[in-house]
């Protein structure tokens, strides 16, 4: 079982499957499926609708199985083996073909197994790309 203490002496408690640390934000995933985040949010990383920061964990979803994050950006694989991203995506990297930050999730791709996430991605795109792996 993780145990996180957050700022204030704040914690989640419970098994944990999944945790994903960006530049300055965490996301877990709870054996539950509910997915948590955390920290700052400049460009609404943490998915909470707006780009405050967070120094206590917020849960934030349900469903999900997996995730990875990278600078300020976020991708989560829900339990249906859909893929989510939000966050900055000032040069296209969540993979949705809008530009700006996002502060919700928008849904990339189905049938995805695995995700990644990072700064130094294969794929003929700039910065952080989600990377995933279909059936």
């Not at 709870?30 to 998915?47: I, M, P, R, T, V």
């Amino acid at each position: 079982m993780w145990r996180f203490w957050i700022t204030k002496g704040v914690s989640i408690t419970g098994a944990m499957t999944a945790v994903a640390a960006g530049g300055s934000h965490t996301l877990a995933v709870a054996k539950d499926g509910g997915l948590w985040s955390w920290g700052s949010n400049l460009f609404g990383a943490l998915e909470i609708g707006s780009t405050e920061n967070q120094s206590q964990p917020v849960k934030i979803g349900t469903g999900y199985k997996r995730v990875a994050a990278c600078g300020d950006r976020s991708v989560a694989l829900k339990n249906d083996t859909s893929l989510w991203a939000w966050g900055a995506n000032n040069l296209q990297q969540l993979g949705d073909a809008s530009f700006g930050a996002r502060l919700a999730p928008a849904q990339v791709a189905a049938g995805i197994r695995g995700v990644s996430a990072g700064q130094n991605s294969p794929w003929p795109c700039h910065k952080t790309v989600p990377c995933a792996l279909g059936d």
